[in-house]
């Protein structure tokens, strides 16, 4: 028998922003760098809490996850401070995966402010690299850079998890660095990005994943599946959603929105609608640790009363 999810959920990756006060290069209106869903002026807008919560609709979110947004690394601190304030003030979010560029001078004493901020529990650096699978030998990424592997060092004993976005084709990498530092929970963003639904691309991913699948500190986050030119849809990603579950067990897997981003390819709804009927067929409990559990184990979310209007007197006051 299988039955819809209708219980609590905790979106375990979306962001917020303000680019008409806070400094965020790739969203200002000049801007256009390359992006893997075409044309995103759409978001260059505010994306506060009730922007999102009207986009949630009837879906139970009762805690988020936010992550870094690219804000001008030259002052990562900033999106904290300016985040935390959010989470005080209208209960989410419930934690932050912050901003931290591992291949810094000042890395270990970004990361050590960022550790002190009471909702923070991971950072994230996208470590760039091959673009394409032809370019793996010929091009590595900063996962094999030694500065930054001695930042990525320091996050253990700074109780930080590591949040990574980077093509599967990278994962090779990103498997040394599960093996080399086993005490850092790596949470692997967007199921490894499979944006090459051809069969050459699809059996390239599914390797790439089983294999860091082998490593036990690895999380994997499913988010960031929309197709450029395509509307989201389940039967797209049904079986993408399905392989990433049987590879790293529902004990080792998230649900989450990438919203605002992933608006440009779905509804919340349709997105997370989309996730419920593929996990349907699954025992409740499974449902409830992909829909729930999770991400309040892997982020440790602090439980706050949700203010949905409060970010509406923000705009109010701006």
Request: a neutral charge; hydrophobic letters at 40%.
């Amino acid at each position: 028998m299988t039955k819809l999810w209708d219980g609590p959920i905790i979106d375990a990756h979306h962001h917020f922003w303000d680019p008409s006060i806070n400094d965020h290069p790739w969203l200002a209106p000049e801007a256009n760098i390359p992006f893997r869903y075409g044309d995103y002026s759409a978001i260059k807008r505010r994306y506060l809490p009730d922007d999102y919560f009207a986009d949630v609709g009837p879906h139970d979110v009762v805690q988020t996850v936010y992550i870094e947004t690219e804000w001008n690394p030259n002052d990562p601190i900033g999106e904290t401070r300016f985040i935390e304030g959010l989470a005080a003030r209208y209960g989410v979010p419930n934690a932050i995966v912050a901003q931290a560029w591992l291949d810094h001078p000042d890395a270990i004493a970004v990361l050590r402010e960022q550790a002190s901020f009471k909702c923070v529990r991971s950072v994230r650096h996208k470590p760039g690299g091959p673009t394409a699978p032809a370019q793996v030998g010929h091009v590595r990424s900063l996962m094999s850079d030694e500065r930054w592997r001695r930042s990525f060092a320091a996050l253990q004993g700074l109780g930080l998890h590591f949040d990574l976005q980077t093509p599967w084709w990278n994962l090779h990498e990103a498997e040394r660095l599960a093996r080399d530092f086993p005490g850092t929970t790596l949470i692997l963003n967007h199921a490894g990005l499979p944006s090459d639904r051809s069969a050459e691309g699809l059996a390239g991913w599914r390797l790439a994943m089983a294999r860091l699948a082998e490593w036990p500190n690895v999380q994997v986050k499913i988010s960031g599946l929309g197709l450029a030119g395509r509307a989201w849809r389940a039967k797209d990603n049904a079986w993408v959603v399905r392989e990433v579950i049987a590879m790293f067990g529902t004990n080792r897997v998230m649900f989450a929105s990438n919203f605002p981003v992933d608006s440009l390819c779905g509804s919340f709804d349709d997105i997370y609608s989309g996730f419920k009927s593929i996990v349907a067929d699954l025992p409740r409990a499974d449902q409830e640790r992909l829909f729930y559990s999770n991400a309040q184990r892997i982020y440790r979310c602090e439980p706050r009363a949700i203010d949905r209007t409060g970010a509406q007197a923000l705009r109010r006051e701006a």
